[in-house]
């Protein structure tokens, strides 16, 4: 079955630790998306992709970095320059094409500093 | 700027009766809205979109109401099942150029009690 897959589910940082949020899909998808969920926030946007090698900023990209190196992976990386890195990150993906079908996501990654 | 809003944080109904969940845009070059279900600890999943040329779309229990005068659009259930307790977020694109992004509320928390 296709899908979209996150990894890890959960995950523990210790301050001042990079860490890296794994998403891969083999969807066949152009686009993909990094999401970021705070209680009382929704889905904020951090990173988004439409093509190998070529990312974007979203809404909140200060202290995450991203890698598109290819079309099925999208690769998440939270610096100790976040501030706040304590959330809920989701990954998304879609057809570029096909604005009315809307995103396939990811089950989420707990990510908690310590 | 908030482009998306969701005004309602939670909503409660009885089971069997009728929900409503309601959602305001800003931008009108919008031209697809979507919505999408999540449970805790999981990512969203899609449950029905309508384009901006038309006003209503209809998938078994769930419509979708828009009103593009007003900026706004509703999600109906009929009959609510507990099934259906969950956070509704909804959506909005348009397709500027070669974009295509994603803009989600912040959600309301549907309670359906038995």
């Known amino acids: 079955d296709g899908g979209i897959t996150q990894s890890p589910k959960y995950l523990f940082r210790k301050e001042g630790q990079n860490v890296t949020l794994s998403c891969e899909q083999n969807?066949?998808?152009?686009?993909m998306y990094w999401y970021r969920q705070d209680p009382g926030q929704g889905l904020r946007l951090i990173y988004y992709?439409?093509?190998?090698?070529?990312?974007q900023k979203g809404d909140i990209a200060e202290g995450y970095s991203v890698s598109r190196e290819k079309k099925e992976s999208f690769p998440l990386t939270v610096t100790s320059a976040q501030k706040n890195p304590t959330a809920f990150y989701l990954c998304?993906?879609?057809?570029?094409?096909?604005?009315?079908?809307?995103?396939?996501f990811g089950s989420g990654t707990r990510l908690t500093v310590v | 700027d908030q482009q998306v809003k969701q005004n309602s944080p939670s909503l409660s109904v009885q089971e069997g009766r009728i929900s409503i969940l309601n959602c305001d845009y800003t931008?009108?070059?919008?031209?697809?809205f979507l919505w999408y279900k999540k449970y805790p600890a999981e990512g969203p999943t899609f449950l029905i979109s309508?384009?901006?040329?038309?006003d209503k779309n209809e998938d078994g229990r769930f419509t979708v109401f828009l009103n593009k005068s007003a900026k706004h659009l509703s999600l109906h259930i009929v009959p609510s099942q507990p099934g259906d307790s969950a956070v509704y977020f909804c959506?909005?694109?348009?397709?500027?150029?070669?974009?295509?992004?994603?803009?989600f509320g912040k959600g309301t928390l549907l309670t359906v009690n038995p």
């Open positions: 998304a993906s879609s057809m570029v094409e096909r604005p009315g079908v809307g995103y396939t």
């Open positions: 969807l066949n998808h152009d686009a």
């Open positions: 992709s439409q093509i190998v090698n070529d990312f």
């Open positions: 931008n009108s070059m919008f031209d697809y």
């Open positions: 309508i384009s901006s040329i038309k």
């Open positions: 959506a909005a694109s348009w397709n500027g150029g070669s974009n295509y992004k994603l803009t």
